[in-house]
């Protein structure tokens, strides 16, 4: 099972500043194969970015995602207030599809 | 426009059983994978299963493999989760996801409302 780890637990940033989220893999898979996802409190998670660095449909350019050997970072160029959210990085390449445990963007 | 439509939730006993339903609408049901991934109270997300467009291949994790079986009915639109021997630690939110090919090894887009267990006597 590939074990995602995700660095720091929580984030506390003020609206404007820009925020790096990690998400470090046990072992070695594809970059093709890692989503990261938003979910804000109380609603159903949102994929945000897939294959590591393609955003999806109707995600802002301010959110980027980039792949190195087994590590994996969401970056937040200029945090808006509705980008305040849990984050959650996945693989989908290997069963089980494992999550990170998530990294939380709190308002500083 | 994707829905998914989760229900079947509720209270049950441990050692009970419940099926979840997810309906589906606005995308061809059978050309894409769907899965189960829960949210226990105050956790992160943890993955629970998935199933082929065709329903020919079905995935576990190793957490509910043997009390679980997911499901689905190309002709309903609809994807299902069987749960039994249920248990305390199966008390969570359980959302389906749509995947982005036939095959499982997908991201999750679009995501449900979800529905909510909980496990309790």
């Known amino acids: 099972e590939i074990v995602l780890t995700q660095s720091p637990g929580t984030l506390s940033l003020s609206p404007g500043e820009g925020a790096s989220l990690s998400c470090r893999a046990s072992q070695f898979f594809s970059s093709d194969y890692l989503a990261w996802y938003q979910q804000r409190p109380g609603q159903a998670p949102r994929l945000l970015i897939y294959?590591?660095?393609t955003r999806a449909t109707g995600i802002p350019d301010r959110f980027r995602g980039s792949a190195s050997g087994t590590d994996f970072t969401l970056t937040i160029s200029r945090l808006e207030p509705e980008d305040f959210a849990v984050y959650y990085c996945q693989q989908y390449g290997n069963s089980p599809f494992t999550f990170g445990g998530g990294t939380k963007v709190e308002i500083k | 426009e994707v829905q998914l439509v989760e229900s079947g939730g509720g209270l049950v006993q441990p050692g009970g059983s419940l099926i979840f339903s997810c309906a589906a609408s606005g995308f061809t049901f059978s050309s894409y994978a769907m899965s189960w991934v829960r949210q226990a109270p105050g956790k992160g997300l943890e993955w629970v299963s998935s199933i082929s467009g065709s329903g020919g291949s079905t995935y576990y994790a190793d957490s509910v493999k043997g009390r679980f079986t997911v499901s689905r009915d190309n002709s309903k639109n609809t994807l299902y989760l069987q749960m039994n021997s249920l248990r305390a630690e199966d008390t969570a939110i359980y959302y389906c996801a749509k995947s982005n090919t036939r095959r499982a090894f997908s991201y999750f887009d679009p995501w449900g409302q979800g529905t909510q267990v909980t496990v309790s006597s």
């Open positions: 294959a590591s660095s």
